[in-house]
T-cell receptor
Framework: DQQVKQNSPSLSVQEGRISILNCDYT??????FLWYKKYPAEGPTFLIS?????DKNEDGRFTVFLNKSAKHLSLHIVPSQPGDSAVYFC??????????????FGTGTKLQVIP | NAGVTQTPKFQVLKTGQSMTLQCAQD?????MSWYRQDPGMGLRLIHY???????DQGEVPNGYNVSRSTTEDFPLRLLSAAPSQTSVYFC???????????FGSGTQLSVL
């Protein structure tokens, strides 16, 4: 049961335009959502996050939107740059019975920004 | 500032061989974990630890063992490697109460 879904395996965008990466989830108990960026042959790195009590968080060119009623979040990159070409993972956390935050990752979306 | 260090970067094993993937962090993080990344599957949790002496299973623990004798180190052991364990393995750590994970650079493992 895939609780966090990224339905688009890949996305191509022209440099300077907006990139929109989408993520859907099924568990309404998720309390924190994160985006990670991964370059080939490197580990994922944290990009931006949002608490479930908010609907928007912005950090420079990156903005994450959360729609709790639709169980949907999106990452907007404006303007897109060639260096943004990477795989982006959506992740969600929930406090489990053991008292720690369990993290569930999506399958990733490969973004290609075309110069 | 090393962060999370994984060794080796690449490894080829024959079916039935055993090996240990090493992971060390220098950030004094309580929480450490191992993930495997497979095409179309995202990152799946193998085992995790919330502190020295405390470990638990994740989503895909079969075929793997872990131990946590110190805060810094969290090795992953494959007791009898199988081709299904061919994957890229990532170690990650975070401070307790903080959701942000720090990842190592990964180990690419092939089991023939």
């Amino acid at each position: 049961d895939q609780q966090v879904k990224q339905n688009s395996p890949s996305l191509s965008v022209q440099e300077g335009r907006i990139s929109i990466l989408n993520c859907d989830y099924t568990n309404s108990m998720f309390d924190y959502f994160l985006w990670y960026k991964k370059y080939p042959a490197e580990g994922p790195t944290f990009l931006i996050s949002i608490s479930s009590i908010k609907d928007k968080n912005e950090d420079g060119r990156f903005t994450v939107f959360l729609n709790k009623s639709a169980k949907h979040l999106s990452l907007h990159i404006v303007p897109s740059q060639p260096g943004d070409s990477a795989v982006y993972f959506c992740a969600a956390t929930v406090l489990n019975s053991g008292g720690y935050q369990k993290v569930t990752f999506g399958t990733g979306t490969k973004l290609q920004v075309i110069p | 500032n090393a962060g999370v260090t994984q060794t080796p970067k690449f490894q080829v094993l024959k079916t039935g061989q055993s090996m240990t993937l090493q992971c060390a962090q220098d950030m004094n993080h309580e929480y450490m974990s191992w993930y495997r990344q497979d095409p179309g599957m995202g990152l799946r949790l193998i085992h995790y630890s919330v502190g020295a002496g405390i470990t638990d299973q994740g989503e895909v623990p079969n075929g793997y063992n872990v131990s946590r004798s110190t805060t810094e180190d969290f090795p992953l052991r494959l007791l009898s490697a199988a081709p299904s364990q061919t994957s890229v393995y990532f170690c990650a750590s975070r401070r307790q109460g903080n959701e942000k994970l720090f990842f190592g650079s990964g180990t690419q493992l092939s089991v023939l």
